[in-house]
């Protein structure tokens, strides 16, 4: 009877072990927002991109930002006070390359101010249909990987508004604002026997300004900026999350020797 009830206590004890094991495990699979993601809502392979956190790949990130994106995307959850200390410019610095909005009197928009967008949301709404979101957590929602293949993936189509199309976000509502860097491509695809379109690539159409390499690199800076926008304190906290084991380790050390030194003279029996 005794030998029962212990079995169907640790049987018990061992379902609910399972249950907070599976509660872990889910808990970490929707807590990283790039696994939904991995394989593409549409269908389409994603390539890998791990985002750069360097001063340098940063700073050319934003100016493609601000030059590329800020006409109609806000990020202003951020300032560009915050921008100039991280990215290690000067508030100078900043405000010269940097700043192009303006605020409500029409003057320069101060350095303390959020990065917001001169387009009003009546306008976009009007222009494209949709009200172009926030940039500042996108990174957050799509993950790296997302953003790099779109941003990649803007392909010559007539058939819409804007003449551009997406193979990972069919029927985009954006143009494709970089088509001077990368020129013009169209998707190819191939059968796969049972009826479906595989994507296998691209086929330029028209050079841009950039060489394939080149355009790699800006898109390369740029989702590393909105990486270090949804994230800025991501460098801080892996650094104080090194320190902090140091400490433990330190701490642990200090405690075997003090442990030692308690026991050392009282006799052990056995
Ligand atoms: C001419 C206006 C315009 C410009 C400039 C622009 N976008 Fe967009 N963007 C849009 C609109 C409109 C949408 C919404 C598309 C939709 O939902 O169909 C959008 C959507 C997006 C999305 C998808 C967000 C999501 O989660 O659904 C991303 C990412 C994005 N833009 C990034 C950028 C980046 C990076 C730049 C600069 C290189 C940029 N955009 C420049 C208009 C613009």
């Not at 790949?57 to 959850?77: F, P, S």
């Not at 029409?106 to 926030?134: C, H, R, W």
């Not at 926008?229 to 433990?248: C, N, Q, T, Y």
Request: net charge negative; glycine share 8%; proline share 3%.
């Amino acid at each position: 009877m005794n030998l029962l009830n212990n079995l169907s206590v640790s049987r018990n004890s061992a379902k609910a072990l399972k249950a907070v094991a599976s509660l872990v495990v889910a808990g970490l699979v929707a807590g990283t927002p790039q696994f939904a993601y991995t394989a593409g809502d549409s269908g389409v392979e994603l390539e890998h991109f791990s985002p750069v956190r360097t001063d340098r790949a940063l700073q050319r990130g934003a100016r493609t930002y601000v030059n590329y994106c800020q006409g109609c995307h806000t990020a202003d959850y951020h300032r560009y006070a915050q921008l100039a200390e991280d990215l290690g410019l000067s508030e100078k610095d900043v405000l010269e390359n940097l700043v192009f909005t303006t605020d409500a009197n029409g003057e320069q928009t101060k350095i303390g101010e959020l990065i917001g967008s001169n387009m009003s949301a009546d306008y976009a709404k009007t222009a494209f249909g949709v009200v172009p979101p926030n940039l500042a957590l996108v990174s957050r929602s799509r993950g790296s990987d997302w953003l790099y293949t779109y941003m990649k993936s803007f392909y010559l189509d007539q058939s819409r508004p804007l003449g551009a199309n997406n193979t990972v976000y069919a029927n985009v509502g954006m143009p494709h604002v970089l088509a001077d860097l990368q020129g013009w491509q169209q998707p190819v695809y191939h059968d796969d026997g049972a009826g479906h379109k595989v994507l296998d690539g691209f086929q330029q159409v028209t050079e841009g300004k950039l060489s394939a390499e080149e355009y790699d690199a800006t898109i390369s800076d740029l989702v590393s900026f909105l990486d270090y926008l949804g994230d800025p304190s991501k460098e801080a906290r892996h650094s104080l999350g090194i320190k902090v084991m140091l400490f433990l380790f330190l701490f642990l050390v200090l405690a075997v020797l003090l442990k030692k030194e308690y026991w050392k003279d009282i006799p052990h029996n056995n």
